[in-house]
């Protein structure tokens, strides 16, 4: 791996750059010194470790694309999480944003629980809240409904029925 990984950097090959990236990312057998190392040597960035970084230098670059087979690699990077990840990255499917700023999310495929069904109690009685909490607010067919910020950070979905209508609100 460190022979390839210097044939990489001796070739100045830029389309391996979102690969390295992800290879940042993830705890694999390579040390990260050394690909930030690489990295370093193609770019003349000097973010080191710090794939948050990188991440952010590459969605601003246009002049880094990748190599032809990326997709289908990180495809199968991704399914090492979740074979089911291996699904949504395929090569010839085509894709409207750029498939090197797709990051993993930290948590398996259906790792959050969604809030389903949620029970509601009227605002008076919901003396948890402040005065100042952000809440998501929903009318339909007049009736309404708040779920409030903190629940929905934790959850991230919510799953119900207002005024009759089934709703997903996505957070």
């Known amino acids: ?16 750059i979102p690969a390295l ?13 050394l690909v930030a190392g690489v990295l370093e040597g193609l770019t003349g960035e000097h973010f080191g470790k710090d794939w948050g970084r990188w991440v952010e230098w590459l969605q601003g670059r246009t002049d880094v694309a990748a ?9 199968r ?4 999480i979740d074979p089911e990840f291996g699904e949504w990255l395929k090569a010839g499917v085509p894709h409207r944003i750029r ?4 990051v ?3 948590v398996a495929k259906d790792g959050i629980p969604a ?30 409904r708040a779920y409030p910020h903190r629940i929905l950070d934790w959850h991230e979905m919510a ?6 209508v089934p709703v997903a609100l996505a957070y």
């Open 1 to 16: 791996m460190v022979r390839a990984l210097r044939a990489i950097e001796s070739r100045q090959n830029r389309t391996a």
């Open 21 to 33: 990236i992800e290879l940042l990312r993830f705890a694999l057998p390579i040390p990260p010194e």
């Open 67 to 75: 190599a032809a087979d990326f997709v289908a690699w990180k495809g």
């Open 77 to 80: 990077l991704f399914s090492l």
């Open 99 to 102: 498939i090197e700023e797709i």
């Open 104 to 106: 993993w999310g930290g």
């Open 115 to 144: 809030l389903t069904n949620p029970r509601h109690v009227a605002a008076a009685d919901a003396t948890w809240l402040t005065d100042e909490e952000l809440v998501f607010g929903v009318t339909l067919n007049g009736e309404s």
């Open 159 to 164: 799953n119900d029925v207002v005024g009759g």
